[in-house]
């Protein structure tokens, strides 16, 4: 195979692992802010505390890093009930910059009790041999971990298409993005759709916290770090779109994984010049409402 098309693939390969973790980790932040309207800048403190749940899982108790991942999302989901319930409803009709003082104020919390408890050097987890080393399709071989990331990420767009496009509460969740007031005129209890989706978003970070931790290495600035990135994602794909989440990451992921290949002294220029050229054009994003 000629060099640039060694190149071409693995920018597109590598490209697309790192925007399914992008989708994954995301999608959440944009469905929550498109519907509750809240400005959520603790959602990488909730994707954070998804992956040193999976290193204690792994690496204290004993457990498999597939289970792992799975109980992390749960428990996240669950726990993230709590702070909307306590927190995060008291602020729904207040203004951004107060919503931005408590998420923002969490996310530096989280951070401060992660160093309390695992300290500030970047934790690694054990892989099961079949996500080690690679997979060979004859023509050039893959990582299989980032294999891996690419299914996880195709099964869980088909799964949230699936529940958004053809299923009654899905119905209900894009009605209330659309216009809340006529959702709620018509019988339908955002509150609880606030609830639920809140904790389905917050699920899904933990579980792109997870899978992150053998792409990137996980530390407390994770939090924060990455934070940029998912806000980047959420306002180039449109605010509670959920095919333009999948297009922002997509773009993102590629284009950065291809000026790291290709300029790799430009760091992330190539992400914010996307961004801004993006919403220069369409200020809501791919499919964002103007």
Do not use: C
């Not at 809240?38 to 959602?43: C, E, P």
């Not at 579980?207 to 924060?224: D, R």
């Not at 999948?246 to 992330?268: P, Q």
């Amino acid at each position: 195979m000629p060099h640039f098309a060694i190149i071409a693939v693995s920018i597109l390969f590598d490209g697309l692992a790192y925007a399914m973790f992008l989708f994954i980790t995301s999608v959440g932040l944009s469905v929550t802010m498109g519907l509750m309207g809240f400005v959520n800048l603790a959602h990488g403190a909730f994707a954070m505390a998804g992956g040193y749940i999976v290193v204690t899982l792994t690496r204290t108790l004993g457990i498999g890093f597939v289970p792992s991942l799975a109980i992390a999302a749960v428990l996240v989901g669950a726990a993230s009930v709590v702070f909307e319930r306590g927190l995060y409803r008291r602020l729904y009709k207040a203004t951004d910059l107060e919503q931005v003082l408590l998420t923002i104020g969490l996310a530096f919390m989280a951070i401060a009790t992660a160093t309390y408890f695992y300290g500030p050097i970047p934790k690694s987890v054990p892989l099961p041999l079949w996500l080690q080393g690679d997979i060979n399709l004859g023509f050039r071989s893959f990582p299989s971990y980032r294999a891996f990331l690419v299914a996880i990420g195709v099964v869980l767009i088909s799964v949230l298409w699936y529940a958004f496009e053809r299923t009654n509460i899905g119905a209900k969740i894009r009605a209330a993005v659309d216009n809340r007031r006529m959702a709620e005129s018509v019988g339908i209890n955002v509150d609880l759709l606030f609830t639920l989706i809140f904790a389905v978003g917050s699920g899904l970070a933990a579980l792109g916290g997870g899978l992150a931790i053998q792409l990137f290495g996980l530390s407390p600035s994770f939090a924060v770090l990455y934070l940029v990135l998912f806000l980047i994602v959420v306002a180039v794909g449109g605010l509670g779109s959920l095919k333009g989440t999948l297009l922002a990451a997509l773009v993102v992921g590629i284009i950065d994984t291809a000026g790291k290949y290709l300029y790799a002294d430009a760091g992330g220029f190539f992400i914010y010049a996307i961004t801004v050229i993006v919403l220069l054009i369409k200020p809501a994003g791919f499919y964002g409402r103007e």
